[in-house]
Structure formats: structure tokens, C-alpha cells
């Protein structure tokens, strides 16, 4: 179901960026950095599109490959990737007593821009159960883009204490080592 809605339009600055051809964007203030593609370091767990781990800014963050929490074929690095970095005190995990910023690793970055002038609209999140929405956004040039709540990305895997257990003593180590 899909409903024009201006009255609770968001506001803001937004990055857009695209997986399997689709756009995508997320509050600019929830993104801490975008890097060009790099391979993580492979960690024993097997979560579904867990890629590893990067060292960004002195701290180990768990990657996770977009495409596989979309449910698209998983697809080999690209140099012509990016993994975003979400800030975890702004997204997902902000309840959690570890916060974590999280690696998405994406197909390309379109920009960033103000979602002022684009049409809104709400989008019954096919997922639930429930009444939920997610908001899409249509440009100018007719080009649809999904704020897909980050949440939604990630309700489908259990990011266990394990990862974080793995990353945290991993970086007691690198200090140690310092």
C-alpha cells in the first residue's frame, strides 16, 4: 500500500546510495563515514551478510554486506563499492549498552541532498505484520529512493554478543600491541 503523506514529510539532509539497482538513503546525521571498498577481516561467525571486520577511526566495526540482508545474490568486492559507516549511537543499537557503529557495504553513493523538494511518500513495509511504514522519496528526474529504517536491515540476523565479544577482544589486543 502506498500513501502520498506530506504531513509527516521528514526534513533534513540525506545520503543516497543504491544496492542492486535500487536507491536507498539515510538521515546524513546517522552516518559517520563512507569508505571505498576494502576487505574486511573474515571472522569466525556466520551470520547471514556478515563480511568482517574494518579498523576505522582506532576501533574494529562488524561489515555487513547490503546486498544479503536485502536478500540479493551476494557479489564480489568492487573497488567501485563503498561500505558506509553508521553511527551506532544513532541507529540500531542505540539502546544497547555496547554501542557499535556498523559497515554497510553498498553499490555506489549517489550524494547527499535535502529531502525538501522531493515527493513523499509512506510504503507499507511488506515484512511486518503490523501497520508499518517506510518512507520513499521521488526526485526530478522520476528516481525512487527507500529510507529504509536501519533497523530493518538488521531484524533479520541476530547480531549476536559473539560478534562484539570477537570485535571488543580484538581491540583489547590491538591495544595491548600498541
Do not use: W
Not at 6 to 30: M, Q, R, S, V, W
Not at 105 to 127: C, M, Q, T
Not at 152 to 164: G, H
Amino acid at each position: 500500500m502506498i500513501k502520498k503523506d506530506n504531513i509527516d514529510k521528514p526534513t533534513g539532509y540525506y545520503l543516497f546510495y543504491t544496492l542492486g539497482g535500487h536507491g536507498f538513503c539515510a538521515p546524513i546525521e546517522c552516518v559517520e563515514v563512507v569508505l571505498g571498498a576494502a576487505t574486511p577481516t573474515a571472522m569466525p561467525v556466520r551470520e547471514k551478510g556478515f563480511l568482517g571486520v574494518l579498523q576505522v577511526h582506532e576501533q574494529l566495526i562488524p561489515v555487513f554486506s547490503g546486498f544479503e540482508l536485502l536478500g540479493l545474490s551476494p557479489i564480489p568486492l568492487d573497488p567501485s563499492q563503498r561500505i558506509i559507516v553508521f553511527n551506532g549511537s544513532k541507529t540500531v543499537f542505540s539502546d544497547s549498552e555496547n554501542i557499535q557503529n556498523v559497515g554497510l557495504l553498498v553499490e555506489d553513493i549517489i550524494g547527499v541532498a535535502s529531502v525538501e523538494s522531493y515527493k513523499h511518500y509512506r510504503l507499507n513495509f511488506p515484512a511486518s505484520d503490523t501497520e508499518e511504514y517506510v518512507s520513499m522519496f521521488i526526485d526530478e528526474q522520476n528516481q525512487k529512493y527507500i529510507h529504509l529504517p536501519l533497523a530493518k536491515y538488521f531484524e533479520k540476523i541476530s547480531l549476536q554478543k559473539d560478534i562484539y565479544e570477537l570485535i571488543n577482544n580484538a581491540e583489547r589486543t590491538i591495544l595491548k600491541n600498541e
